[in-house]
T-cell receptor, first 117, second 109 residues
Framework: DVKVTQSSRYLVKRTGEKVFLECVQD?????MFWYRQDPGLGLRLIYF???????EKGDIPEGYSVSREKKERFSLILESASTNQTSMYLC????????????????FGQGTRLTVV | GEDVEQSLFLSVREGDSSVINCTYT??????LYWYKQEPGAGLQLLTY?????DMKQDQRLTVLLNKKDKHLSLRIADTQTGDSAIYFC?????????FGQGTELSVKP
């Protein structure tokens, strides 16, 4: 089974702190994604990566950055946490795009609920 | 940008059928997906449909696609309390998935 592991289930951080959210997948997937999930807004894409050291902005990248130094690991960084970044953060991975549906079937981690106080 | 819309809540009685609806904007989407999120968990793929299909059935699940109206639905037959969850539809756009807001399904005994 594909496993996507996020380092923390719950985090509480102070405003202004630098926050690292870590995600590791064990299926040699090329693609990795960070989403945030908020009630009534669904999942919004923050950043994604199609390869090592490659990153692309999603729909809401402001206030975030990412790092992908190794294929299996994709980190989300909040440079200076703010209260409006309190949310559930979901990491996902998938195979490289292909013509078939499995090319974008995404496998998700269990989520990190971040509270910024 | 691309947009996927769902209603936020649905409540049904155990044993009834549930129908969750979704509209999307990208007419060039090749695949559309339904994901399920149980409380405290990430999302899991339930089923998908290719854009040249009108219907797909998988046990208790039936997916209907109206490409002209850009409307996707998920029907769950004989809904059980274990089906209580948030259901997300998603369309494939390039190598990414664009998700709707999620429909919270509540199943009452």
């Amino acid at each position: 089974d594909v496993k996507v592991t996020q380092s923390s289930r719950y985090l509480v951080k102070r405003t202004g702190e630098k926050v690292f959210l870590e995600c590791v997948q064990d299926m040699d997937h090329e693609n990795m994604f960070w989403y945030r999930q908020d009630p009534g807004l669904g999942l919004r894409l923050i950043y994604f990566s199609y390869d090592v050291k490659m990153k692309e902005k999603g729909d809401i990248p402001e206030g975030y950055s990412v790092s992908r130094e190794k294929k299996e690991r994709f980190s989300l960084i909040l440079e200076s946490a703010s209260t409006n970044q309190t949310s559930m953060y979901l990491c996902a991975s998938s195979l490289a795009p292909s013509t078939g549906p499995r090319g974008t079937e995404a496998f998700f981690g269990q989520g990190t609920r971040l509270t910024v106080v | 940008g691309e947009d996927v819309e769902q209603s936020l809540f649905l409540s049904v009685r155990e044993g009834d059928s549930s129908v969750i609806n979704c509209t999307y904007t990208d007419s060039s989407s090749t695949y559309l997906y339904w994901y399920k999120q149980e409380p405290g968990a990430g999302l899991q793929l339930l089923t998908y449909i290719f854009s040249n299909m009108d219907m797909k059935q998988d046990q208790r699940l039936t997916v209907l696609l109206n490409k002209k109206d850009k409307h996707l639905s998920l029907r769950i037959a004989d809904t059980q309390t274990g089906d209580s969850a948030i259901y997300f539809c998603a369309e494939r756009w390039g190598g990414k998935l664009i998700f709707g807001q999620g429909t919270e399904l509540s199943v009452k005994p």
